[in-house]
């Protein structure tokens, strides 16, 4: 190509990291010739740059894109994951994306901008959405006293698991009994997998947990459940102590009291998968769901009697992302549709 002198001519510059682009006079004169470049013809390239939920490879909108080099620019991909930067000088950019509650914060890359060629760039980012959402069975029953069912153990990832993500997720399967003729009480037992805010280790339990006018729970690292283990969840109140007893496959492992729960019952039962962030992975997949069965309650002064679900007891709060099916009347299964890759 012959030095940068000999290409250029006269007061053109060769722009760096596109050793075949130049810009500046054309005059063979030295620097004393007239300039005669046409700006019609200044040297102009297209920028691409496409954002993807490292989780799972689908578009992100809204991410903030800047680029620097020749020129700096900012852009905000749309619903495709996209932002372009048109008719921009040729050369070497430095591109970061980033979006407020994703992991990590931002990513960065490096593209070469070539003249009359569109050129792309991706980066991924992952996210945390925070957002209770559940898949689950729900029955209205009075005078209830314990609540127990027989749940596969499917664990599944958590958002941005895979960047060393460090914010608070988890997912949860278990069953619950709750009364809200006041402030909402309730205790429940199941399995989970979880991760503390600030934190990227990630734990794995058996747990029992009540609320009354305290809030009382115990993860059970010790205990956690094998994948794909079937084991039966249980609790059971005293509602003359206020006292909930909590029984893993048969056998009794805590006890909780509160004054909430003296002389009270529940007014419903719940089987119920749980997940923190939107992008957290439901327990279960299309291949091998989280099955929940045998699932049963006790009224006060009455043995524990099936659940007798229908099809319309099971839901999920959103059936595009998270399944949900009835199986049978003591037993559903639910699974993540969508699930981190």
Not at 22 to 42: L, M, V
Not at 223 to 251: M, N, R
Not at 277 to 302: F, I, L, W
Not at 307 to 326: I, M, R, Y
Request: hydrophobic letters at 25%; aromatic letters at 10%.
């Amino acid at each position: 190509m012959g030095d940068a002198d000999q290409h250029c001519g006269g007061t053109g510059k060769l722009v760096e990291g596109s050793p075949n682009v130049f810009i500046g006079g054309r005059g063979g004169g030295g620097s004393g010739a007239p300039d005669r470049t046409d700006p019609k013809k200044e040297p102009k390239a297209n920028l691409v740059i496409k954002v993807e939920n490292s989780d799972s490879g689908q578009p992100l909108e809204g991410a903030t894109v800047r680029i620097s080099g020749p020129k700096t620019a900012e852009g905000r991909t749309d619903a495709s994951g996209q932002t372009r930067f048109d008719n921009i000088p040729p050369g070497t950019y430095q591109v970061e994306a980033n979006k407020a509650s994703h992991h990590p914060t931002s990513a960065q890359t490096t593209a070469i901008a070539t003249n009359e060629k569109e050129t792309t760039a991706e980066l991924k980012l992952c996210e945390c959405t925070s957002g209770r959402k559940y898949a689950y069975a729900y029955k209205s029953v009075s005078e209830v006293i314990g609540v127990k069912a027989k749940i596969k153990t499917r664990y599944g990832k958590l958002c941005c698991e895979s960047k060393s993500g460090t914010d608070s997720a988890y997912h949860v399967v278990y069953a619950n009994v709750s009364n809200s003729s006041g402030s909402l009480i309730w205790a429940q037992t199941g399995f989970g997998r979880e991760r503390n805010e600030g934190s990227t280790s990630i734990s794995s339990y058996r747990y029992a947990e009540m609320k009354g006018s305290t809030y009382k729970v115990n993860y059970d690292k010790s205990a956690a459940p094998s994948e794909g283990s079937t084991h039966i969840y249980q609790c059971d109140l005293d509602s003359a102590s206020g006292t909930w007893t909590f029984f893993f496959d048969g056998k009794e492992w805590q006890k909780f009291a509160d004054p909430s729960w003296k002389g009270q019952v529940g007014q419903s039962v719940q089987w119920t998968g749980e997940i923190f962030n939107k992008q957290d992975d439901m327990p279960g997949t299309a291949a091998d769901k989280c099955s929940v069965a045998e699932c049963q309650y006790r009224q006060t002064k009455k043995d524990y009697t099936d659940a007798d679900l229908v099809a319309g007891d099971v839901k999920s709060d959103d059936a595009a992302e998270w399944g949900s099916e009835w199986v049978s009347k003591t037993a559903f299964n639910i699974w993540d549709k969508k699930p981190i890759k």
